[in-house]
């Protein structure tokens, strides 16, 4: 599995952002995917994760009431549908996947995932 994340860019406070994150090497059949970003100099934070079978979302504090995960599992295609962005939200976000089942707390750690794509840069500016 090979994921690729797409959709980042320059974007107002207050604007609306979609982020995708597509899987190759066929239909995805892994557990979850995840969302996490990285501002500059700053450490990784989780924002949100999605259980594929079922679209169970998991968010961040920085993610919940204004970022929206879901999946496409015939695109084997992870969203993450942003509003309401701020200046702080600037950071390279990256997805990841969960191969095998995890359990829910084991969602936000990012060292646990088994694969990784190259982040898309999000830029927000006041």
């Known amino acids: 599995v090979q994921l690729q994340a797409s959709g980042g860019g320059v974007m107002q406070t207050g604007d609306s952002l979609r982020l995708s994150c597509t899987a190759s090497g066929g239909t995805f059949r892994g557990y979850s995917m995840a969302w996490f970003r990285q501002a500059p100099g700053k450490a990784y934070e989780f924002v949100s994760a999605?259980?594929?079978?079922?679209?169970?979302?998991f968010y961040g504090d920085s993610a919940k009431g204004r970022f929206t995960v879901s999946r496409d599992s015939a695109k084997n295609t992870m969203y993450l549908q942003m509003s309401s962005l701020k200046p702080e939200d600037t950071a390279t976000y990256y997805c990841?996947?969960?191969?095998?089942?995890?359990?829910?707390?084991?969602?936000?750690?990012?060292?646990?995932?088994?694969?990784w794509g190259p982040g898309t840069l999000v830029t927000v500016s006041s």
């Open positions: 990841g996947a969960f191969l095998t089942p995890a359990p829910d707390h084991g969602l936000p750690m990012r060292q646990a995932y088994d694969v």
């Open positions: 999605i259980i594929w079978k079922d679209g169970k979302a």
